[in-house]
C-alpha cells in the first residue's frame, strides 16, 4: 500500500453561514449539502466561499434521510441541482428512472444503495444492482451493530479493485472501517462540517486530516487502535498516528467502537480477521468499560496487571497477547517525591493500578469510592484501608488522584474541594473539551493540579513504547494533544515556588 491520497468531503446536516464554510480545511476537495437536513443553497453562493467541487444530496426515509416530499418534487429539486452542482446522489431504489437519468449525465452522478445487509454477499448484490447504470461514483451503504461488520465493505472492496467505489457501514461500530476503505479504493472520505450535531461514530472534519493524516494515504502494513465505547473524542489517535508519520512507521492507529469486549476479541483479534487484508493488529490501547474483562483473554500478564487485575494495553509478541497497564504513569511526575501520603478516588482499573503504584513506592494510601462493592473489592484486592467517598475529607493527603471520569463533561466534582488544603497536589485523570471543575477549582484558588490531558500524554507515550518498540518523538507534545476536537484553554506552564509540586502548576 504506497503513499496515495483520497478525496475529503465535508457533509453539511445543518442550517450553516459563510462563516462555517470558510473554516473548511483546503484539503478538503468536496462539499456535500444534506439538503433535506440543511437549508437549501445555490450553488453559485456556495462557490464564493468554497473552492472545491460540491456534491447535492436529498435523502429520503428510506436512506435514512428527511425528505418525504412527492416524487415530482423531488425529481425537480434533482434535475435543477444538475445543473449546477458538480455531483448529484441518485438513490438506487427510487432515482434510476428515466425522467433523471436523462437529464443528469453519468458523470455527475453519484448513485448509493442504502440498508444492505452487513455481509460482503449483500455488498456484491447491491453492486449488481447499480452498476448497470453509468456514474461517476457508486456508494453501498450499511449499519454496523458490531466491530466485525466493518470488515465486510473492506473485503468486498478488495475484490472489486475498484477506484469508483465507496463501500461503507455507517454507525459508530463501523468507523474503524470507514477509515481504513480508502486503502482499498474507496475514492471519497465523509466528514462532518458541524461540531455539535454530530452522531456518536461521525467525525468532524478536521479530525480527518489532523488525527489520521488524511487525504495523504501513507504506507501501511500493520494496524494498532483503541478499544472501549467512549472514544470518539480521544486525543489518542491523533498523538499515535503523529508518530508514525514523523518515524516513517507503517501503521494505523484506529478506534473499535465495541460494547462487549469477549464478541469483539473472537471475532475480530483472535480469528486474525484483518490478516486476510494484509494489515494485522500488533497492539490494543484497552479502555472503559473494558479494562477488566482484557485481564481474562490475555496469554500473558505483568506484575501490575495482576496486582491492579486490569489491563490498560495489549502488546502481540510471539503469536502471544501480553497484558500491561500504563495507568500507573498516571503518577509518573510525582515518583521522586515518595512516600506520599495519598488517597485515591475511584477504585476502577486505573484507580487501583495507581493506588498498586503508590503502596509498591512506600506511600500511606487510602481507596476512596462511591460505590461500596467496588471499594471494598479493591480493599481486598491491594490490602489497602477503603473510605467510602461520603466519608472522605481531603485534610492531610499531599496528594489526591481523581481516577474517575467526574468533570469530563463538565458535570461536577469528585470530591468536596472546601476540604482540599493548597498544598496537596491534584491529579485529575478526567479530561475534555475544557478544564475539568475540579482543576479549574484548585487553580482559581491559587493550588496545584496536573490535569488528564498531561496524564494522557505521558500514558501515550508509554503505549507507544510498549506496543512499537520505538520512543514518541518529543515533538508530540501537549500543544499535539490540544490540537483538536474544540479544546478550549491555555496549555502553558509557570513555576510558583509555593510546594515541592511547583512546577506543575498551568496556567488556568
Known amino acids: 500500500m504506497g503513499m496515495n491520497a483520497v478525496e475529503l468531503v465535508a457533509t453539511v446536516t445543518t442550517p450553516f453561514s459563510p462563516a462555517d464554510l470558510l473554516e473548511i480545511p483546503q484539503q478538503t476537495a468536496w462539499l456535500q449539502l444534506r439538503a433535506d437536513l440543511a437549508d437549501g443553497a445555490p450553488a453559485d ?36 441541482a444538475a445543473s449546477e452542482y458538480d455531483l448529484v446522489e441518485l438513490e438506487a431504489d427510487s432515482d434510476l428512472v428515466p425522467e433523471l437519468l436523462e437529464k443528469i449525465p453519468a458523470n455527475k452522478r453519484m448513485i448509493s444503495c442504502h440498508g444492505a445487509r452487513c455481509a460482503i454477499a449483500s455488498f456484491r448484490s447491491a453492486w449488481q444492482q447499480v452498476s448497470v447504470i453509468p456514474a461517476r ?14 470488515l465486510q465493505p473492506l473485503l468486498f472492496l478488495q475484490d472489486l479493485k475498484r477506484r469508483d467505489v465507496i463501500a461503507i457501514c455507517e454507525g459508530p461500530s463501523g468507523l474503524w472501517g470507514r477509515l481504513l476503505s480508502p486503502y482499498f479504493g474507496a475514492p471519497l472520505l465523509f466528514g462532518q462540517l458541524d461540531h455539535q450535531s454530530r452522531a456518536l461514530g461521525e467525525l468532524h472534519i478536521q479530525q480527518l486530516i489532523s488525527d489520521y493524516g488524511f487525504p495523504a494515504l501513507y504506507p501501511l502494513r500493520e494496524l494498532y487502535g483503541m478499544v472501549g465505547n467512549r472514544l470518539f473524542q480521544s486525543p489518542s489517535p491523533r498523538l499515535h498516528n503523529a508518530a508514525y508519520r514523523e518515524l516513517g512507521y507503517p501503521a494505523l492507529f484506529l478506534p473499535f467502537h465495541v460494547e462487549h469486549f469477549e464478541d469483539f476479541w473472537q471475532e475480530m483479534v483472535k480469528a486474525a480477521a484483518l490478516h486476510s487484508l494484509g494489515i494485522p493488529v500488533r497492539g490494543l490501547v484497552v479502555v472503559s468499560p473494558h479494562k477488566e474483562a482484557a485481564v481474562a483473554v490475555a496469554d500473558a500478564h505483568s506484575f501490575m496487571v495482576r496486582k491492579a487485575a486490569a489491563s490498560n494495553v495489549f502488546i502481540h509478541r510471539n503469536d502471544a497477547w501480553e497484558a500491561e497497564t500504563t495507568d500507573p504513569e498516571s503518577i509518573a511526575a510525582v515518583r521522586n517525591e515518595y512516600p506520599l501520603r495519598a488517597a485515591v478516588i475511584g477504585c476502577g482499573g486505573a484507580g487501583r493500578a495507581v493506588a498498586a503504584a503508590l503502596k509498591q513506592g512506600g506511600s500511606d494510601v487510602t481507596l476512596v469510592n462511591r460505590g461500596l462493592q467496588r471499594g471494598e473489592y479493591a480493599e481486598e484486592l491491594l490490602g489497602l484501608p477503603f473510605i467510602p467517598l461520603s466519608q472522605f475529607r481531603a485534610e492531610g493527603f499531599n496528594l489526591i488522584v481523581n481516577a474517575t471520569p467526574v468533570g469530563r463533561d463538565h458535570d461536577g466534582f469528585p470530591l468536596v474541594t472546601e476540604t482540599l488544603s493548597n498544598d496537596t497536589l491534584v491529579i485529575d485523570l478526567a479530561y475534555g473539551a475544557q478544564p475539568t471543575p475540579l482543576v479549574s477549582a484548585i487553580l482559581a484558588r491559587g493550588g496545584t493540579a496536573i490535569d488528564g490531558h498531561d496524564v494522557l500524554l505521558t500514558q501515550v507515550r508509554k503505549q507507544f513504547q510498549l506496543m512499537t518498540g520505538l520512543e514518541m518523538p518529543a515533538s508530540i507534545g501537549r500543544e499535539t494533544v490540544l490540537a483538536g476536537n474544540g479544546v478550549n484553554f491555555d496549555s502553558k506552564f509557570i513555576e510558583r515556588p509555593r510546594s515541592m509540586f511547583a512546577k506543575y502548576i498551568p496556567i488556568s
Open 45 to 80: 453562493w456556495l462557490r464564493n466561499y468554497f473552492s472545491g467541487r460540491l456534491i447535492y444530496s436529498l435523502r429520503s426515509g428510506r436512506a435514512g434521510g428527511k425528505f418525504d416530499d412527492c416524487v415530482s418534487e423531488r425529481y425537480r429539486r434533482l434535475i435543477s
Open 137 to 150: 461514483y457508486y456508494c453501498v451503504t450499511t449499519t454496523a451493530t458490531r466491530s466485525s461488520d466493518g
